[in-house]
Nanobody, 116 residues
Framework: QVQLVESGGGLVQAGGSLRLSCAAS????????MGWYRQAPGKQRELVAT???????NYADSVKGRFTIARDNAKNTVFLQMNSLKPEDTAVYYC??????????WGQGTQVTVSS
């Protein structure tokens, strides 16, 4: 079992920045892909960014150039640096861990609100 705990959400004005963190504990192995997804009210959950154990990253087009995903493998922690935030970035952000075994785990989510 894997536990994911997010932190760092909050309220920020448009153009501002926030940094999300996700600490993973439990039976998380070295080979995995971790990432961030978000869900706005009335919309489906969507991918924001992912990063593999080797550091390969993938971003949604809507956040490219503004968001940066990074990880600290020694601490099983993944980060999402969000710059130049827009009101449309408002959503609940979820941490995700996808193991090589095929199991997928989710955090409880953290609210990000960007005011115009």
């Amino acid at each position: 079992q894997v536990q994911l705990v997010e932190s760092g959400g909050g309220l920020v004005q448009a153009g501002g920045s926030l940094r999300l963190s996700c600490a993973a504990s439990g039976s998380i192995f070295s080979n995995n892909r971790m990432g961030w997804y978000r869900q706005a009210p009335g919309k489906q959950r969507e991918l924001v960014a992912t990063i593999t154990s080797s550091g390969r990253t993938n971003y949604a087009d809507s956040v490219k150039g503004r968001f940066t995903i990074a990880r600290d493998n020694a601490k099983n922690t993944v980060f999402l640096q969000m710059n130049s935030l827009k009101p449309e970035d408002t959503a609940v952000y979820y941490c995700n861990a996808a193991l090589d075994s095929g199991k997928v785990f989710w955090g409880q989510g953290t609210q990000v609100t960007v005011s115009s």
